[in-house]
C-alpha cells in the first residue's frame, strides 16, 4: 500500500459516516413518496405515529368551494400513513398534506413550488400532455438573473431572462417575448410555476416553436426583486403590493424593453416582438400593448385580469378604446385571449371580447377547462408560443 | 365615468376576492414567522391547537451529538404555539419544527435551503458578521444556469456561473474561481447554502475583491443536474451517488475549463485560475490542481474530505507525492487550508498537513470553531476569496 493512499478518499467509510450522521441531522427517512406508478397512479407515504389523522390535498382532486379537496390517509400498524390515487392525467401537480389538521409538505418530496407565501409540493405525471414540462436529452437555452437599470423607477431590478440553445455561441439575432406574470408573482413564477424554460426548450427543440429570447421581469413596481432576492431580505411576501396596477409598471416597461435591446442580440421591431401574461400580467400586456399601439405583433391575453375600476388616473389607462383602434390599424400579427371557463374573471373577459367586437378588432380566443390556475398558464403558453414569429 | 374604464382592474376588488380564495386555498395565515426583533431575539409562532407538543430545533441551539438541539414551544388558549430565543449572533440560521414528534417546516416562512433531500427554513440575523450573505443595494452580477458538454463524460451538463457586475456591459477579461460543492450537493449548493451571489456582490463591490468570474459546477459525475433540473425528473437525492468520487470528475475537469475559457472573456492563465471546494469538494480541488500541477495559482480546501482507501484505481490518484512536488515547484500564490476544530475530518486535515510539512510545500491554514457545517464554508469563501487574483 503506498503512502499517498491516504489522499484518496473512501468512498464508503465517508458514505457511513455521513448518511448515519445527516439521516438524523436532517431528518431524513427511508421513505419514497410520492412514487409514481407505471399505471400513473400514485402512492404517498408519510411516517406520522402520533398522528390521529393525516389528510392530503391535491390539485387532481375535485375542489370544495375555493379550497382543493382531500382524502384521509391510511394508517399502518407501523404508524406510517399512505394514500394511494386513482389513474393520474399526465399534468404536474401541486399537493400537500395535514397531520390533525396542520398544513404541512411531504418531508419526503423536496420539490417545492412557492406561490406568494406558500410552498406546495409538486410532482410530474408524465405522458404526452406533460412532456412539454419536462426535461428531456435535448439542447437546452440558458437561464440568467440579471439585474437592469429602470431609469422610471429610480432602482435596479432583477430579471429573468431565457436565451435559447446556440445563442451564447452564435451570431444570430432572436425575437423577444415578454412574459408577464400575475399579482403575488414576480420573475420567478413562471419559471418555477410556470415550467417556461422546459416548455421553451422542448418547443423550441421539436421544431413547434421559432428559437426566441424570453424576458421575464417583476410586475411589481415597488419591489427590486423577488421576495427573498431583493435588498427586503427575508419577508413574508403579500398577495397585493402597493403600486402594482397604477399604471407604474406600464408607463416604465420601455426600460426593460431599452435594457434588452441593448444589452442581447435581439431583432428590435415590431414584427419580432411578443408580450403576453397570466391575469395581473394580462391586464398589463393588453395595455402596454396599446399604450406603444405599434409595437408588439404578438400579444397574448392569459385570463387577463379585467375589472372595472374608476381609482386610478395614470395616463396609461386614458383613451382606451381609441388606442386599441390605433392598434388595430396599425396591424398586428395575432391578438390571442384564452379565459378557463369557471375562471372568476370569464364573464369579465367575455365583455372585453364583446368590446373588440364593437370596435371590429380581430383575435382569437380560446376557452378551457378549469379556473385561475397554473395548469391553464402553462397550457396557454404551449399554445401561444408555436404561433409566434413563424415567418 | 367613462365606458373604457371597465379596462382598468380594481385592485382592491381583486384583493379581496383572491385574498380570501388563495388565503384558504393555500393554507395562508396572518402570521409573522420568524419574527426578527431589533436586539436580535426572535419569535416563531405557528398555530397548531391539536397538537400536544411543538418544538423547534435549530442550528444555533447546542447539538445533542449529531442532532441540532430542540427546545419545546409554548402553547396559548388559541392554540398557538411561540418560542423567543436570546439574542442571536448575526449569521445565517436553519431550522425546523416538530408536531408531536413529526419534522415540519415553518409554515408562514417560505424560504428554505435544500440539502441533499431535506428542506430546512433559513432566516438571517443581520449585523457585521452577516453583511456578506444579505442583498445590499449595490452593483450586482449575473447568475446563469447554462449546459455545457462534456466529451469526456459524454453529456451535456449544467453548470451554474456568476459574472460580475460590468462583464455583460463591458469588454474586459476576467479572472475565473472554480468553486467545487461536497457530497450530496450540485450546481445549486454554493448559490442557495452557500449565498455565493451574495458574498461575492459584496466583496467585490466594497472592494476588498477583484472581480471575478465564478463556476460552479456539478461535481458527480453520473448527474447531468441537480435533482429536479434534470432528465431524471424529480426524484429523491441521495448523498452519495455512484462515480462521484473515482477520479472521474477530476479527469474531465477540463471540459469544463474547455466550456469557460471558450464561452467566456476570461484572463485564460494560471495567475488568473483559481480552485476551492468544501469536503468533497476541497478533494476534488486537492486532487484537480496536483494532477495539472501548473494550471492554478490559487487553490482553496474548505474542510476537505481526506480519508485512507486503497480501492480506487484512477491515474488522478497516482503519484500523490510526486505530482504535490511538482506542483510546490512549479509554484503557486496561495494554498489555503480551513478546518473546524469539531470536525469529524479534523484529524485527517492534519494528518495531510504534516504531510505537506514533511514534503516542505507551504501553506496557509486556518483553524475555525465548529465542525462540518456551511457556517464555516460560507466564511472560508469569504476569508479567500479576497486573496485571490490581487496583482
New interface residues.
Partial sequence: ?K?????????????M??????Q?????EEI?SPEIHEDHTVTFRVN?????EVRISGDWMPPE????GSVPMEKDNKGRWTHTTEILFPELYGY?LS???????D??????S???????N???I?GTESDLY????I??G??????YNSPGLEK?R?ITIYTPPGY??GNEAYPVLYLLHG??GDEEAWISLGRSTQIMDNLISSGKSKPMIVVMPNGNVSQK?A?????R??Y??A??VPG???GTFEETFTDIMSFVET?YRVKAEKSFRAIAGLS?GG?HS??ISRYHPNTFDFVGLFSP????????SSKV?Q???ETLRMQMENGYNLYWIGIGKTD?LYK?VV??KE?LDAIGMPYTFIESEGGHIWKNWRNYLSEFVPQLFQY
Fill in positions: 500500500m503512502k499517498s493512499s491516504i489522499l484518496i478518499i473512501a468512498a464508503l467509510t465517508l458514505t459516516i455521513e448518511a448515519t450522521a445527516q438524523s441531522l436532517w431528518g431524513g419514497i406520522a405515529p402520533n398522528a390521529s368551494g375555493w379550497v382543493p400537500s397531520i390533525d389538521g396542520f398544513r404541512t409538505l418531508p419526503n418530496n423536496a420539490f417545492v412557492r406561490d406568494i407565501a406558500t410552498l406546495t409538486i410532482f410530474i408524465e419536462r426535461v428531456n436529452d439542447p437546452h440558458s437561464v440568467s438573473r440579471r439585474w435596479e432583477r451564447e455561441s399579482a403575488g426583486a421576495p427573498g432576492e431583493g435588498t431580505g427575508f413574508k411576501p398577495f397585493m402594482t396596477m397604477d444589452n395581473m391586464f393588453l395595455h385580469a379585467i375589472l372595472p375600476n374608476t381609482n386610478v389607462y383613451e382606451v378604446d372568476f369579465n365583455g372585453y368590446k
